[in-house]
């Protein structure tokens, strides 16, 4: 079983480093003169862009609410406690010693808000892509703050989703541990399963195998579960006095044995760096162990393109011709205040420019070829519904860029609602679009290439299959903070009642209706979705294209790691 997971791993990563082998030869992309999309806003879009424009604005400020929400972790107590009581620095100060710089690419910042057992700040845990000495790595840093850094069952989420981009983009990951274990009331929503706490240990075995870094730093506690994220890790690092590792503390000791032991004496840096083993690197301060860390990473075998090749890239590069700001007007309030989606991509790509594919077919599904700070990548676009001729288009195209290992970009929009069955002819149609949709989802599901997937409007039914939802394993997934994502949109809730029958009363149904459709307002807002980690975040719109650059250059990535072929058991702390 073991094996065979392995080899499907392997064998997912090996295809994707051949594709990236081939990039790595090219010198220089090919000469492009792709069309630049002539889309100024007109007098026409006023009304829709005004009404889109508030909308966002009401959007953005919730974002930035709930932003300041989770960068003051566990609150005012448990920040003393943390900072001064324990002498820890807080977790974005230990990021801002270990990263080159504070542009990180952080994921999923809302998830653990307002869950059924509370509001748990950045699930406790924050995770996302930063640059170690320019390598793009992987990290997941617990926030002590919060709970001591208990794992809740949100925060096991975050960090295996952590590690399954670390997988998908072969990121080297630095955790930095700071930890009480399990948070023990909710011990059955942590421990037993497999996509729960085990399965941490479980993929850093494997990823060491597939020879993706596993880095750790131990900066506070590590008790229980938090206790073998070191122990597996490649190259482990310790710092004095603030670190400890053991499965139970001083007080079980004393419950058990009676003995009164101190927390260093029990499982402290000096005990595990001389006598147990359990980390390679003394640290007699935090700073001190973040350069040790960086000096770890700088031991990882990447090489990485010239610093000026990349800056003479960089210049060479054409900026959108319009403002992204308008983005914010662009993103639809709902279904029916959508724009042409070329609006859109006329700020997202370099230059404005867009080589479309199939232009006069399945209009309502745009595709084509585009450059993002210079990566190429395939666009695939909501423009209306996903009609039968747009989703044999949209099969083609996505196709066509798994054959050319082109990335694929989705910016999702789908419709509301998905089509009734009200005739034979209708009926006949249907299954007809079934059949299509069924293929343009295996196309998806089965292309090898990276894909990520923005949503921009409504994310409903089975079209947002086809156009790479959650379920579809994206790189990379994000909404805008305008975005809705449910089976079907609020306000069509009728559609998923059952059909008139004379014995419900008209209006109990209209009862049930508005009950249904109250209940899809609120579970389905884009903060809804990121607080139980169904996406990477929410971003605002005029960030896209410098995330995507993000994401594109994370994914390209790969290709510089000089030693994959070979395969290694994970290297084993004796
Ligand atoms: N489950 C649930 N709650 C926990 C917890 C756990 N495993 N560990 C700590 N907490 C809670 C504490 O009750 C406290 O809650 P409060 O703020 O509402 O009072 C909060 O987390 C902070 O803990 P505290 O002990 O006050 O902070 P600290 O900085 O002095 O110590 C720890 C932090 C993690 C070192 C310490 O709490 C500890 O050792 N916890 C037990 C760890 C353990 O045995 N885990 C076994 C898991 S299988």
């Known amino acids: 079983m073991f094996r065979c997971m392995l080899s499907l791993a392997e064998q997912r990563w090996q295809c994707s ?27 026409i879009h006023q009304h829709v862009y005004e009404a889109n424009l508030r909308n966002s604005i009401a959007c953005r400020n919730k974002y930035i609410e709930l932003s300041e929400k989770v960068r003051k972790g566990g609150g005012e107590n448990a920040i003393a406690r943390h ?7 807080m977790v974005r100060e230990r990021l801002r010693l270990l990263l080159d710089d504070e542009d990180f690419l952080e994921l999923s910042p809302f998830a653990g808000l307002g869950l059924p057992y509370g509001d748990i700040p950045s699930a406790g845990c924050l995770t996302g892509v930063g640059r170690i000495n320019g390598l793009w790595c992987m990290f997941i840093a617990n926030d002590a703050t919060v709970k001591g850094g208990t794992a809740y069952p949100i925060t096991v989420k975050k960090q295996l989703r952590a590690q399954e981009i670390a997988i998908q983009n072969r990121l080297p990951c630095v955790y930095l541990v700071d930890s009480g274990g399990a948070f ?90 001389e006598v147990s083993g359990c980390v390679d690197h ?65 700020r997202l790509t370099d230059g404005s420019r867009f080589q479309e594919f199939k232009a006069l077919y399945g209009t309502t599904l745009i595709t084509g070829f585009a450059k993002i700070h210079g990566h190429l990548v395939g666009i695939v676009a909501n423009d209306g519904e996903l009609s039968y001729p747009a989703t044999l288009k949209g099969s083609h195209f996505v196709q066509l860029c798994d054959q050319r290992d082109i990335p694929l970009l989705f910016l999702q ?39 990520i997937t923005v949503v921009i409007g409504g994310c409903h039914g089975a079209d947002s299959f086809a156009m790479c939802g959650r379920a579809f394993d994206p790189n990379f997934l994000f909404l805008w903070p ?25 209006e109990k149904k209209t009862q049930e209706e508005d009950k249904l459709n109250r209940r899809l307002k609120e579970e389905s807002s884009a903060f ?38 070979k395969l290694q058991p994970p290297l084993l702390r004796i």
């Open 413 to 451: 929009n789908t419709a509301p609602t998905t089509a009734l069955t009200l005739s034979t002819t209708q009926a006949e149609m249907n299954t007809n679009h079934l059949k299509a949709q069924g293929s343009m989802m295996s196309a998806v599901a089965c292309a090898s290439v990276p894909k």
């Open 17 to 43: 480093v051949r594709c990236m082998s081939s990039a790595a030869r090219r010198k220089r992309a090919l000469r492009s003169a792709f069309q630049v999309l002539e889309q100024p806003l007109q007098p």
């Open 528 to 565: 809804f979705s990121s607080s139980r980690l169904w996406d990477d975040g929410v971003i605002l719109p005029q960030d896209t294209r410098k995330v995507l650059r993000d994401c594109l250059d994370i994914i390209k990535q790969q290709q510089y790691q000089m030693s994959t072929e």
């Open 184 to 273: 023990l009331p909710l011990q059955s929503e942590i421990f037993p399963d497999k996509n729960q706490g085990g399965r941490t240990f479980y993929n850093e075995a494997i990823m060491s195998a597939m020879k993706i870094a596993q880095v750790s730093v131990v900066c506070g506690s590590c008790t229980a579960g938090g206790a073998y994220i070191p122990t597996m890790a490649e190259e482990a690092v310790m710092v004095h006095r603030i670190g400890t590792i053991f499965l139970g503390g001083p007080p079980l000791v004393k419950a058990a044995t009676g003995e009164e032991v101190t927390a260093e004496d029990l499982g402290g840096a000096r005990l595990h760096a």
């Open 482 to 506: 305008n975005a809705r994502v449910s089976i079907t949109a609020p306000g069509h809730a009728g559609s998923l009642l059952p059909p008139d029958s004379e014995q419900v009363e008209e």
């Open 282 to 346: 003394f640290a007699w301060e935090e700073k001190e162990a973040y350069d040790y860390t960086r000096n770890i990473v700088s031991t990882l075998n990447f090489q990485l393109p010239e610093e000026e090749d990349e800056e003479r890239k960089r210049k060479a590069e054409e900026q959108p011709l319009y403002s992204s700001e308008e983005l914010l007007g662009l993103a639809p309030k709902s279904y029916n205040y959508s724009l042409d989606v070329k609006m859109v991509i006329s």
């Open 83 to 89: 900072t001064q009581r324990n002498r820890k620095l």
